[in-house]
C-alpha cells in the first residue's frame, strides 16, 4: 500500500509533535472565535463534515483501506437519531447515542465482510454494501423515502443546554468534533496506530510479526463508521434532518474529496478538505449540477498533480507532519 | 391463464425477460472491467459513465447526422472507445506506477464531471430512442409475448460476449493479452508494445460499455444519470464473480440478471438489494468469488 506513502514519509524528521499542538491551538482558536463572523448553521455543517473526513480518514490514511461506502454511517445514524428525536421523544444526548451505536454495528457487519478482500476490492465491497443500505432506506417505512425525517426536535442537552439556541449548538458541536478529533489523534499515536501503519506498510510483515492483522483492521474500521455515525447524528440534530442524501453514494464520493483535497493520511488535512469543499458547496450551490463537475475536476486534478494535498504539500514545506 | 406455483406465467416470463436484458448488460459491462481490470490494474469508475455516453452517441447520431440504430451500433462504440483511448493517454497512463486505488479515484472524479456536465444540459429525465423499424413488433411464444427486440438484444450481447471470450482465450492475440496480464515486463522484453496494448484495450472496455449503451437505449430512456447506479451493481457482479476468468464473468452477469429478474416478480422488495445480499453471502462462503483467484 504505497497510496500515502510520500506524505507520511517526507517530513518525519522530529518525533516532538510540538508544532501539532501549536497547530491545534489555532484550529481551536479559529472554530471559538469564527461562530461570531460566519453564519453559524454553515460552520456546523462544516464541523460534521470535518469529524466525518477525519474517521474517513483514519481508514485510508491510517490503515490504507480506501472505503466507498461511508455515507451508510453517515446516513443511517442521520435516520436513527431523527426516528429517536422525533417519534421516541429521547433527549438528544439518548438520539446521538443510539445513532451512533447503529453506525457501530453497520460498521461491524460491513468491515467483517469487506476486510475479506483487499485494496480495489475492498473499496467496491464497502461501495456495493452502502448502496444496500441506501435501498433499505429508500424504502423503509420509517426513514419517510423521499421526505426524509424532517423537524426533527434539538431538545435540551443532559437537561441542561437547550439546544435550539444556535450558539448552544454550535459550541455542542465544536464539543463533539474535538472529542472526535481527539480520540482519532489518540489512536494514530497509540502503539494500536503503530500497528495500523504496520499493516498499511507491510500486511505479511505484519502477521509474520504475530499481529492478527483482521482484527486491528476491523477494529479500525468499526471505529471509523462509530465516529462517522457520531457526525451523522450530530448533523440531524443541527439540521434537523435526516435525508436519503446523506446515504447516498455521491455523499461517500464527497468524503473522499475532502480528504484527497486537505491531504491523505495528515491529522489535520480532513478538517482543512471538509472546510474547502463545504465552503465551495455553498457558493456553488445555485449552480445545480455544476457542483458534481467542479467536485470531478478536484477529484482529477488532484490525483493527477496534488497527490498530498492542502495540509500535506504545506507540511512539506515547513518540514513537518501536519 | 396458465399458472406455475399460483402465479400467472405470462408476468414471470416477462420478469425473466427483464432479468435476461439486465443480465447482458450486466455481462457486457463486467467484461469490460474484467479486461481493464486485468491489463491495467485500475478499476474504471467511469465505466457507468461510458455506458451512457454510448447511449448518448446514438442519440446524437440520430439527432445531428440522421444516422439510425444500426450505424450508432458500429459507430458509438468506436467514437467512445477513441475517447476513451484519449483519457487513458493523457491522464491514466500516468497512473500505473502509483497505487491503484488512485485509479479508482480518477476514473470516479471522470464519471462526476462528465455526468454532470450531461445534467447540465438534458436534466435527470430520460430522452425517448425508438426501436429500429426492422426490430418493432414481436412473437408470441403461446407462454409469452417476445418482443423482438429484446430477444435481438439478448442473442447479440451473448454473440459479443462469446466473441470477446474467443478473441481472449484463443487467438494469438488474445494469448499476447493474457501473457501480458500475468508479466507484462516479460512481454515487453519479448518485443511487443505493451502500452499500445494497454491503451488499446482501455479503448476496447470502454468501447464495450458504449456498446452496452447502445443497446439499452431503445429499452430504458437515454439519460445522464443511466449508468450511475448500473456501475455500483457491476461492481457487486465483479466481486461476485471474481475478475480472474472471462466465461466466469459472462456466466454471473447473465445468471445475477435472471435471478433479479426472479426476485422481482417473487419479492419485489427486495429487487434492489438481492445482488448485494449475494455478495455478502459470496465473501462469506468464498472470498475470493466464485471464479476467481486471491491474488
Not at chain 2, 486485468?38 to 455516453?53: P, R, V
Not at chain 2, 488499446?200 to 430512456?221: D, E, H, K
Request: hydrophobic share 55%; charged share 10%.
Amino acid at each position: 500500500m504505497a497510496l500515502v506513502k510520500d506524505s507520511a514519509e517526507a517530513p518525519a524528521l522530529p518525533l516532538t509533535p510540538q508544532h501539532q499542538y501549536v497547530a491545534f491551538a489555532i484550529m481551536v482558536l479559529f472554530f471559538v472565535a469564527a461562530p461570531f463572523f460566519v453564519y453559524p448553521l454553515f460552520l456546523m455543517k462544516a464541523l460534521c463534515f470535518a469529524l466525518f473526513a477525519c474517521a474517513f480518514n483514519l481508514l485510508i490514511g491510517y490503515v490504507g483501506l480506501l472505503s466507498f461506502g461511508h455515507a451508510a454511517y453517515l446516513g443511517s445514524a442521520g435516520y436513527l437519531t431523527a426516528h429517536a428525536a422525533k417519534v421516541w421523544g429521547w433527549p438528544p444526548e439518548l438520539a446521538i447515542v443510539t445513532g451512533t451505536a447503529t453506525a457501530a454495528l453497520l460498521g461491524l457487519i460491513i468491515g467483517a465482510l469487506a476486510i475479506r478482500r483487499q485494496g480495489i476490492y475492498f473499496a467496491m465491497i464497502t461501495l456495493a454494501l452502502a448502496q444496500m443500505i441506501y435501498f433499505f432506506c429508500l424504502q423503509a417505512p420509517f426513514t419517510h423515502g423521499e421526505d426524509g425525517i424532517q423537524a426533527v426536535p434539538r431538545g435540551v442537552l443532559l437537561g441542561v443546554l437547550d439546544l435550539r439556541s444556535t450558539i448552544t449548538m454550535y459550541f455542542v458541536v465544536l464539543a463533539v468534533f474535538l472529542g472526535g478529533f481527539l480520540l482519532i489523534y489518540r489512536t494514530i499515536h497509540s502503539p494500536f496506530g503503530q500497528v495500523l501503519k504496520a499493516i498499511r506498510e507491510n500486511e505479511p510483515r505484519a502477521v509474520s510479526l504475530g499481529y492478527t492483522a483482521d482484527h486491528y483492521k476491523l477494529l479500525a474500521f468499526v471505529l471509523s463508521a462509530t465516529l462517522s455515525g457520531l457526525a451523522g447524528s450530530t448533523k440531524a440534530l443541527v439540521f434537523q434532518l435526516a435525508s436519503l442524501t446523506d446515504v447516498h453514494w455521491s455523499m461517500s464520493g464527497e468524503v473522499v474529496l475532502m480528504t484527497l483535497l486537505g491531504g491523505l493520511g495528515t491529522v489535520f488535512g480532513p478538517v482543512v478538505g471538509a472546510v474547502i469543499v463545504v465552503s465551495l458547496e455553498n457558493y456553488l450551490a445555485q449552480l445545480g449540477a455544476w457542483v458534481t463537475v467542479v467536485q470531478g475536476i478536484i477529484f482529477v486534478f488532484c490525483v493527477l498533480t496534488f497527490r498530498r494535498g492542502v495540509v500535506g504539500e504545506l507540511g512539506r514545506f515547513i518540514g513537518r507532519s501536519l | 391463464m396458465s399458472t406455475v406455483f399460483g402465479v400467472p406465467t405470462q408476468a414471470l416470463f416477462g420478469q425473466l425477460l427483464i432479468g435476461l436484458i439486465n443480465g447482458s448488460f450486466y455481462a457486457i459491462l463486467s467484461l469490460g472491467l474484467s479486461v481493464i481490470f486485468g491489463l491495467l490494474n485500475i478499476i474504471n469508475f467511469a465505466h457507468g459513465a461510458q455506458y451512457m455516453l454510448g447511449a448518448f452517441a446514438a442519440y446524437f447520431l440520430l439527432q445531428w447526422a440522421g444516422l439510425g440504430y444500426w450505424w450508432a451500433l458500429l459507430l458509438a462504440p468506436i467514437v467512445i472507445g477513441l475517447f476513451g483511448i484519449g483519457l487513458e493517454r493523457t491522464m491514466l497512463k500516468r497512473l500505473y506506477e502509483l497505487d491503484h486505488l488512485y485509479g479508482l479515484l480518477l476514473t470516479f472524479g471522470l464519471a462526476l464531471i462528465i455526468q454532470g456536465l450531461f445534467r447540465n444540459e438534458f436534466g435527470s429525465s430520460g430522452l425517448p430512442y425508438s426501436i429500429p423499424s426492422q426490430l418493432t413488433g414481436g412473437l408470441n411464444l403461446g407462454f409469452m409475448f417476445l418482443p423482438n427486440y429484446r430477444a435481438w438484444v439478448i442473442v447479440f450481447s451473448l454473440f459479443v460476449c462469446l466473441g470477446t471470450w474467443y478473441v481472449i482465450e484463443r487467438t494469438k492475440l488474445g494469448s499476447y493479452l493474457r501473457a501480458a496480464t500475468e508479466n507484462p515486463v516479460l512481454v515487453q522484453a519479448f518485443g511487443i508494445n505493451v502500452p499500445r496494448m494497454i491503451t488499446l484495450t482501455y479503448g476496447f472496455g470502454v468501447g464495450l460499455a458504449a456498446l452496452a449503451g447502445v443497446l439499452a437505449a431503445p429499452i430504458y430512456q437515454v439519460s445522464p444519470l443511466m449508468g450511475a447506479d448500473m456501475i455500483i451493481v457491476v461492481f457487486a457482479v465483479v466481486v461476485i464473480g471474481g475478475m480472474g476468468s472471462i466465461m466466469g464473468s459472462i456466466v454471473t452477469g447473465f445468471a445475477l440478471g435472471i435471478i433479479e429478474g426472479l426476485t422481482k416478480f417473487f419479492y419485489p422488495e427486495a429487487s434492489n438489494t438481492v445482488i448485494f445480499v449475494i455478495m455478502a453471502l459470496v465473501l462469506l462462503i468464498k472470498p475470493a468469488g466464485l471464479f476467481g483467484r486471491e491474488r
